[in-house]
């Protein structure tokens, strides 16, 4: 799959290339300060297409083409200019290979992305024909074509599948771009908890692809690892990746990560992002653990996901990544809906208070997690504190999370949660 970066604010553009194509496109809005494209270029290491569209202005148009140039001088450029003929001497010069009248046809569409990302437009089958429809909404099908651009012209987006209907599965990453925070404490008990809600409905995915430890976390040991759900180009079906979880507890099912580090490098990003599409047709919820950073992984599994845990510690290191993370997060239009703020491991004295976190961050911080021994021993000893009785503010952190999912997601198909951990 190939990655193609359209230049926009809200040109139906964009909306017509996700139509016309399954290859990735994202969307960037023209008025970043430059600082945030070129991280974002640097970001993006798999960019083959850069279209520029016709709302972006001359004079921004030679500066946006200049950064691109520098970050990546390989990738072409293709500008949309309303009434456009052919390139001029000053375009090219600028770098920009070719120029599409912005009321060509499909056909002139499919035939510029056929040059410039080869093969065919549709993507390369990454998916098994016998894959069911998808519980997660895929992108837009051409069915809601008009309606996706009505949106966009309206600056409104639609396009992606962040916007959980009333009863659709959800699927819950739990995201830091700093190691050691506490993203696995959290992801294993908050699985376990919903486990419980909702026993067999529940699957938990170790995404951190180098250093995945939620099998060790929850004390099961797995006969299969999370790379055999992949087939060369695909992922295989829903049956075959049911024998691949292991069960805790008789409520929570578990895809193990891998022992080896290596063992996801051959999974490409939209292999990644239909495991979670496939596992959530399954299972009502679908929590996501990942390792630090915005890795591959995080990313392809924040292309469906329904729900964000953000978790930051109270050291401003941690919160301005976490800050950065989020802004990106937001200009790839890959922030779901639901969002919620844990600050975990809470001192005091630390010079800095969960308000000061929240205003930074520029959103509520929905619990105060304090360091506690107690959570240190549950992740030692493999026992996870949700699975126990007792209480604790790391415990009611977790119950506050259930109650927002779980109050509003589907009933499972198995029928009554059988308790009430809200
Ligand atoms: N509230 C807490 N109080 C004390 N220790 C905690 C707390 N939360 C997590 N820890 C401890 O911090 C350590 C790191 O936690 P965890 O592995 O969940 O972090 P992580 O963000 O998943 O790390 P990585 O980025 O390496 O995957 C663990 O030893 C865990 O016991
Ligand atoms: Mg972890």
């Known amino acids: 799959m190939s990655t193609i970066v359209v230049i926009a604010e809200s040109s139906p553009f964009t909306g017509r290339l996700r139509q016309l194509t399954q290859q990735k496109v994202v969307g960037l809005r023209p008025t970043f300060t430059e600082h945030v494209l070129n991280s974002m270029l640097s970001t993006l290491r798999e960019i083959d297409l850069v279209v520029i569209s016709e709302e972006v202005d001359e004079e921004q148009v030679y500066e946006l083409a200049d950064i691109v140039l520098h970050h990546a001088p390989h990738v072409p450029i293709v500008l949309v200019r309303d009434h456009a003929d052919a390139l001029t001497q000053e375009w090219r010069a600028a770098g920009i290979r070719e120029v599409l009248d ?41 069915k809601s074509a008009t309606s996706q651009l009505a949106a966009e012209r309206l600056g409104i987006d639609r396009s992606g599948s962040k916007q959980p209907a009333s009863g659709q599965p959800r699927v819950m990453v739990v995201l830091s771009p700093k190691g050691g925070v506490g993203k696995t404490t959290i992801a294993t008990n908050l699985a376990v908890a919903l486990g419980q809600k909702a026993p067999m409905q529940t699957v938990v995915v170790d995404y951190d692809a180098q250093f995945g430890d939620v099998a060790s976390m929850l ?22 990746l049911k024998g691949l979880l292991v069960t805790f507890e008789d409520n929570l099912l578990v895809m193990s990560g891998s022992d080896s580090p290596a063992a996801m490098e051959k999974v490409d990003s939209p292999q990644a992002t239909q495991l979670i599409r496939q596992l959530s047709e399954e299972y009502p919820y679908v929590v996501v653990d990942t390792g ?130 809200s």
Do not use: C, Q, W
């Open 102 to 142: 912005s009321a060509g046809t499909d056909i002139d569409v499919e035939r510029l992305l056929s040059r410039f990302i080869g093969g065919s437009v549709g993507g390369d089958a990454a998916v098994p024909a016998s894959v069911p429809r998808p519980a997660v909404p895929e992108p837009p099908s051409s």
């Open 219 to 240: 004390n099961v040991s797995a006969a299969h690892t999370i790379e055999e759900a992949f087939t060369e180009r695909g992922v295989h079906p829903n049956l075959v």
């Open 292 to 421: 630090s950073g915005l890795t591959d992984e995080s990313l392809a599994a924040l292309e469906v996901a329904t729900d964000i845990i953000f978790v930051t510690t109270m050291d401003v290191s941690a919160v301005k990544a976490l800050r950065r993370s989020i802004d990106l997060l937001d200009r790839l239009n890959l922030l779901p809906r639901h969002r919620y703020l844990l600050v975990n491991m809470a001192d005091t004295g630390t010079g800095l208070t969960a308000e000061d976190i929240g205003a930074a961050m520029r959103m509520e911080v929905d619990a105060v997690i304090p360091r506690s021994t107690d959570v240190v021993l549950s992740v030692n000893v493999g026992k996870p504190l949700a699975a126990g009785r007792g209480s604790s503010p790391f415990l009611d952190a977790i119950d506050l999370l259930v109650s927002k999912v779980a109050g509003s997601a589907p009933r499972s198909k198995g029928g009554l949660f059988r308790r009430g951990s």
